[in-house]
């Protein structure tokens, strides 16, 4: 059973940067895609960054130019730094990997909210 467990959320004013991490319980050679979604409160789960096994990195065009996604394959963990924060980047932000045999695992959420 593959756990991913989420971390680095919590409220920060607006300007301010956080950083989310992502700990998987099995190697990052294990997955083929990793990334970090948004779920504002009444809204749907957006993807907000990914990043594939070769390094290829995508972003949502809200978080262009703030938002970084990196990982560290030595501690199987997914990073989001986030700069430059604004109240709407406010919601449950989920990890999510899919693994070489093209199964979706997800993090538990962690909350972040920006306060204007």
């Known amino acids: 059973q593959v756990q991913l467990v989420e971390s680095g959320g919590g409220l920060v004013q607006a300007g301010g940067s956080l950083r989310l991490s992502c700990v998987a319980s099995?190697?990052?050679?294990?997955?083929?895609?990793m990334g970090w979604y948004r779920q504002a409160p009444g809204k749907q789960r957006d993807l907000v960054a990914a990043i594939t096994a070769g390094g290829t990195t995508n972003y949502a065009d809200s978080v262009k130019g703030r938002f970084t996604i990196s990982r560290d394959s030595a501690k199987n963990t997914l990073y989001l730094q986030m700069n430059s924060l604004k109240p709407e980047d406010t919601g449950v932000y989920y990890c999510?990997?899919?693994?070489?045999?093209?199964?979706?695992?997800w993090g538990q959420g962690t909350q972040v909210t920006v306060s204007s």
């Open positions: 099995l190697r990052i050679s294990d997955f083929q895609t």
């Open positions: 999510k990997w899919v693994s070489n045999f093209k199964t979706n695992y």
